[in-house]
């Protein structure tokens, strides 16, 4: 039998392309991969670099974006060139919305009201209604601004702002509201104000020469920062506090609290009710002179917690025991109660 020759060089070329061929295999295989963890690593860049323009957006943007997103307050206004003497503000509707009233001294010649409304719901802000007419029904030119709130339980926040800028003073000021709060600093009110809030704050921040002056506020505190003179003065908050800088009251003063505090001055009183059941009540008092007709009271009240403090010069009381109590003559007793605190009667 003849020997089998073999040809080395074709063995040797067989294989070299057999394992040439393995390693090819195994490179594609890793190839794939590497460039599947490549683009994992690119789309983990994106994704962060997302992330950080996210985060620089939302710090840069404002508040209201953020609760809100785009929703913009919805704004509006009414102009009036004819004089009036009467101004009526009515705030009603749900228990949700919520109106600051704010009253400006105008320069022009006109009469300007503007306001704002701002929900977290589209539908509140929307269903808002804000009003504002001018007329003469009663013989005397009345400017009457009314805001209309929509029962909507569901808005978690629904407020509006009413800014009237007057130029000229007024005779006669009523304010009627659910939620609202009044803010005046513009000229004065010659005949009467009469506010009647059910929850709001009332404050003066400038002069009143006013010949009456009601205000009532359920849950609120009424403030008084610039002086008043009025022949009738009546504050009563049921929550709340009363603060005035400086009151002349010709006639009668009435001042109630029940939980809160009520602080000031008072000059020229005929008659003083000052009560209060829980917290602080601390009055200066500079009466007027009194004679056979007139007679001036202090009745401090008296107070479950907390302090009673009057001071003042010559006050007359009257009930029993009446008479002058502080001077040297005086035979009258002023008493001042409380159950825990303190009392303190200064006459000067």
Request: hydrophobic share 35%.
């Amino acid at each position: 039998m003849a020997p089998v020759e073999i040809d080395s060089s074709i063995q040797e070329e067989e294989s070299a392309a057999l394992l040439k061929g393995v390693p090819e295999v195994f490179q594609t295989r890793y190839e794939r991969k590497s460039n599947r963890w490549r683009c994992l690593r690119w789309l983990s860049c994106l994704v962060t670099l997302m992330s950080l323009c996210l985060v620089v957006q939302l710090t840069l943007m404002p508040s209201s974006l953020l609760k809100h997103g785009d929703r913009q307050p919805r704004t509006g206004g009414f102009e009036f060139s004819s004089p009036f003497e009467k101004l009526v503000v009515v705030v009603d509707g749900s228990d949700v919305g919520d109106c600051q009233i704010v009253v400006d001294l105008g320069t022009s010649e006109r009469s300007h009201v503007v306001f704002s409304v701002d929900s977290d719901r589209d539908d509140a802000q929307d269903g808002t209604i804000v009003e504002a007419s001018l007329f003469n029904n009663t013989g005397t030119p009345t400017l009457t601004a009314h805001v209309w709130f929509p029962n909507i339980k569901k808005a978690k926040r629904l407020h509006a702002d009413l800014r009237l800028t007057l130029p000229f003073s007024l005779d006669t000021v009523e304010v009627r509201g659910n939620a609202a709060s009044l803010v005046w600093q513009s000229g004065n009110i010659q005949s009467s104000l009469s506010v009647v809030l059910e929850v709001g704050s009332v404050r003066t921040y400038t002069p009143l020469d006013t010949n009456i002056i009601n205000i009532y506020t359920g849950v609120g505190s009424i403030t008084s920062v610039a002086p008043i003179t009025t022949s009738h003065l009546s504050l009563e908050t049921d929550t709340g506090s009363i603060t005035l800088a400086s009151a002349t009251v010709k006639g009668s003063a009435d001042l109630t609290s029940t939980t809160g505090s009520i602080n000031g001055q008072l000059h020229s009183y005929s008659a003083l009710d000052a009560s209060l059941e829980t917290g602080t009540l601390n009055l200066v008092l500079y009466p007027g002179t009194a004679d056979s007709s007139t007679k001036l009271k202090s009745k401090t009240g008296s107070t479950t917690t907390g302090s009673v403090k009057v001071s003042g010069a010559d006050v007359h009381k009257t009930g029993p025991n009446s008479g002058w109590v502080g001077s040297k003559t005086g035979l009258a007793v002023l008493k001042g109660q409380t159950k825990s605190g303190s009392v303190d009667l200064a006459f000067f």
